[in-house]
């Protein structure tokens, strides 16, 4: 292959441990990339190894084939060997009293002394702690350094501690506020949104320069609701969220320039005459759907339609959302495809990506490879060639893969570029103006080096917090008080009640409670940033109403009800009607 089709190919920085060689470019999906089959085992304390497909790996040879005998590695044997990276490691002190038996450490060792070699996590065991723990000491030093190793060992709560600290710098260093006035309903919201953010834009820019939407505080404001405050400000970015990936039709958008390219003199005329409008009404139009899901659910990329300006300009204020979510550290809870992150990163889009993607068509594109090896002969009978016609949501044309339109049937030579260039045009190419004009937003919010530090897998828990609502880190931060005036084993057994009605929930009823009590679905990757910290009041008995919320204060108010199934009922019924989550 040549370089650049190996650095395609090649895993990113972010998805390689020390401790391991990384799995084949061409693994089976669930052991080469658990992450992209499961995206639910994202977790701020979760390993690469589990996220990326080290779990399982071939023995690594130490000494290879020849006449000469290998060195001694009883001695090595002989002591305590960690098995994965980390502070909290397994060992295994099992010795054998005479050599001639094979001595096993782990189910991930093998038998040494017949065939002279070692996992690799066995092998580099020891280094790759030492490393880990210098990478803990001086990640404010050496870490900082370009392309160092050591930030990237450090811990997603150390990235996370270090962009908050670099976001509170920026938003200190400015003394100017935003105030946001909108309404709640989608149509409404994102016409008046938009149109605000692209006033202040242009105002601000004029007269400040750089970054004209980095602002010191935002204040968001919904029409004929008094509430005001972080509460309000959460629910912001959790109704633009929903608002922007609805499959609804995009309303009637306005426009002011600020586009990221300049407009062609057809475009003039046409934004004057009114000229374009039959796209309009089509699935590929101005106002179709800004994102889809192309491939697990609840993931999202761009969706193709007309790039008038109006629409370009769309999502480069969907990135100035992203970018007022990350200064002000808020979740906005938008589960982009993991090449968008790396887009908006400024990162390099690879093959592993195509996985996170679409995981079946990856699944596709890897046998495809693994076929031209096998079967030669193969690739000629499947008929392909270098031009693709995309599905509706990804605009409907035929396309070619290549620069210039070529006849020649693809041949098992090809296949890496065929590959390569499929994979480029479906992440990639159809929708690079969106991309662009999403990143520039972020940066009209942020300095383009703000983000440096962050990988792909950072921002998605930075933006959308942690998929599964775990109960006993709920707890640990709930805080109870009582208005009831009952006696204390009342009080006790309600809560009892309570826990165990929220444990018995399915998750998407427990992201729902989030949503009805503190304004977001989903828990922050930290707990411990819920300002203010999530509570319940216990009212006085009454059977008759419904609980009620303050999402301004992370606050609910719950009756103090007879019976556990007259709770039960009560909050389910009160978590369907989101609307009652804002008093």
């Not at 060195?71 to 002591?79: E, F, G, T």
């Not at 980095?214 to 972080?230: A, D, M, Q, W, Y």
């Not at 959308?464 to 009342?490: A, H, M, N, P, Y």
């Not at 109403?545 to 303050?550: A, I, K, Y």
Request: overall charge neutral; aromatic content about 8%; charged content about 20%.
């Amino acid at each position: 292959l040549s370089e650049e089709r190996r650095r395609f190919f090649r895993r990113s920085q972010s998805t390689v441990c020390l401790s391991y060689p990384p799995p084949s470019p061409f693994s089976p999906l669930i052991d080469a990339l658990p992450l992209a089959e499961k995206p639910q085992l994202l977790h701020p304390r979760q390993t690469k190894e589990t996220l990326f497909g080290y779990g399982q790996q071939d023995t690594l040879e130490v000494w290879p084939d020849t006449p000469l005998s290998p060195p001694p590695i009883l001695p090595l044997i002989n002591h305590p060997v960690p098995w994965k990276i980390g502070l909290n490691f397994a060992t295994d002190k099992r010795k054998s009293e005479q050599h001639s038996v094979p001595v096993v450490l782990s189910s991930e060792q093998v038998l040494c002394e017949t065939s002279h070699s070692l996992t690799a996590s066995v092998l580099m065991g020891r280094w790759c702690m030492t490393v880990e723990l210098m990478g803990r000491v001086f990640v404010d030093t050496l870490g900082r350094q370009q392309n160092s190793i050591f930030s990237q060992l450090q811990s997603f709560d150390a990235t996370e501690r270090e962009i908050r600290r670099e976001m509170d710098a920026l938003r200190s260093s400015v003394h100017r506020d935003l105030q946001l006035d909108v309404e709640r309903g989608r149509e409404s919201l994102l016409l008046a949104l938009f149109r605000q953010l692209n006033n202040q834009c242009e105002y601000r820019r004029m007269s400040s320069g750089q970054q004209p939407l980095c602002v010191h505080r935002l204040r968001v404001t919904f029409k004929n609701e008094p509430g005001e405050g972080s509460g309000v400000v959460r629910s912001f970015f959790t109704a633009v969220a929903e608002a922007v990936i609805s499959e609804e039709t995009l309303p009637e958008l306005d426009y002011t320039l600020t586009s990221t390219r300049a407009l062609s003199l057809a475009e003039v005329i046409d934004e004057y005459t009114g000229k374009g409008n039959d796209a309009v009404s089509s699935s590929v139009g101005e106002l179709c759907p800004l994102f889809f899901q192309p491939g697990k659910t609840g993931f999202y990329s761009i969706r193709v339609g007309s790039h008038t300006p109006a629409r370009i300009n769309a999502y480069r204020n969907i990135g100035r959302v992203i970018g007022l979510a990350l200064l002000h550290s808020e979740m906005m809870p938008l589960p982009l495809c993991r090449h968008i992150y790396k887009y908006l990163l400024n990162r390099k889009i690879s093959w592993h990506d195509m996985a996170f993607f679409d995981p079946q068509l990856y699944e596709g594109l890897r046998k495809l490879i693994i076929s031209a090896h096998q079967e030669p002969d193969g690739i000629r009978n499947m008929d392909l060639s270098w031009q693709v016609t995309l599905g509706e949501y990804e605009g409907g044309e035929t396309l070619p893969l290549l620069s210039t339109l070529s006849n020649k049937p693809v041949t098992t030579s090809d296949v890496y570029d065929y590959v390569q260039h499929y994979a480029e045009l479906r992440m990639i190419r159809i929708i690079e103006e969106p991309l662009m004009a999403m990143r520039s937003g972020i940066y009209d919010v942020l300095p383009t080096n703000s983000l440096e530090s962050l990988t792909a897998e950072d921002m998605r828990l930075l933006l959308c917090g942690c998929q599964q609502v775990d109960t006993d880190t709920l707890k640990k931060i709930t805080i109870f008080s009582d208005e009831s005036r009952k006696g204390s084993d009342q009080i006790v057994r309600f809560k009892s009640w309570f826990w165990s009605i929220v444990e018995r929930m399915s998750n998407r009823e427990r992201q729902d409670l989030l949503y009805f009590w503190t304004s977001s679905p989903s828990m922050p990757a930290n707990p411990e940033s819920y300002q203010p910290a999530p509570s319940v009041t216990i009212r006085p008995a009454d059977d008759q109403h419904l609980p009620t919320s303050n999402t301004c204060i992370s606050r609910l108010y719950i009756p103090m009800y007879s019976t556990k199934a007259l709770l039960r009922s009560k909050l389910m019924a009160s978590i369907k009607i989101k609307a009652f989550g804002f008093i």
